[in-house]
């Protein structure tokens, strides 16, 4: 069964400083792969998302993520964080469901602050 | 604006009460979705529905129930409330029902039984 791990619950760089958030997956076949960021309150926004082709992938807001098959991972990162990147962010692999049509499996997330 | 809609935006609800949260898309989207958002858990597919006028269960589907009369709305029914369905709901979209295509996320609903 398909999986993602989130190793990291929380993260805290300061501003201007780089970022990575760590993301593993399991899943049989090629992965579809998405990066979300959910502000306090709000519900998920898409930043990023991996079909296929280059393995790194450029998002919105200055975020990018890279696809590594041999270590089943898909890292998302920013060169330089900035005070409104402080959110919660979730990988997710899209499976196909049994009766057709398909599903996310999201990780656990990882909560971003940023110091100032 | 376009987008998803949700309602109530959060609600306290007694257990063993019938509750229906409400979802509406006005982006013509084939599939919609409803997730649960706990603690540690990440999100959590509960029902789905790849088209108008048909449904499917996700992983976490008891004590729930759907409906999908055509193509806008998506109503997620609780019929007799426990305070385990206590969590934040989130409707989704996407234009197929294929795995490449992105989910449009609602603002969510926040649900507590007690």
């Known amino acids: 069964a398909q999986s993602v791990t989130q190793p990291d619950i929380h993260i805290t760089v300061s501003e201007g400083a780089s970022l990575e958030l760590r993301c593993n997956y399991s899943?049989?076949?090629?992965?579809?792969l998405f990066w979300y960021v959910q502000s306090p309150g709000q519900g998920l926004q898409l930043l990023l998302k991996y079909f296929s082709g280059d393995t790194l992938v450029q998002g919105i807001k200055g975020f990018e993520a890279e696809f590594k098959r041999s270590q089943s991972s898909f890292n998302l990162m920013k060169p330089s964080v900035h005070w409104s990147d402080a959110a919660e962010y979730f990988c997710?692999?899209?499976?196909?469901?049994?009766?057709?049509?398909?599903?996310?499996?999201f990780g656990t997330g990882t909560q971003l602050k940023v110091e100032l | 604006i376009a987008g998803i809609t949700q309602a109530p935006t959060s609600q306290i609800l007694a257990a063993g009460r019938r509750m229906t949260l409400r979802c509406t898309q006005d982006m013509r989207h084939n599939a919609m979705y409803w997730y649960r958002q706990d603690l540690g858990l990440g999100l959590r597919l509960i029902h789905y529905?790849?088209?108008?006028?048909?449904?499917g269960k996700g992983e976490v589907p008891d004590g729930y129930s759907v409906s999908r009369a055509n193509t806008d709305d998506f109503p997620l029914t609780l019929a007799s409330a426990v305070p385990s369905q206590t969590s934040v709901y989130f409707c989704?979209?996407?234009?197929?029902?294929?795995?490449?295509?992105?989910?449009?996320f609602g603002p969510g609903t926040r649900l507590t039984v007690l």
């Open positions: 989704a979209s996407s234009e197929k029902e294929t795995g490449g295509n992105e989910q449009f």
């Open positions: 997710a692999v899209a499976s196909i469901l049994t009766g057709g049509g398909n599903k996310l499996t």
């Open positions: 529905s790849n088209t108008a006028g048909t449904t």
């Open positions: 899943y049989g076949a090629t992965p579809y």
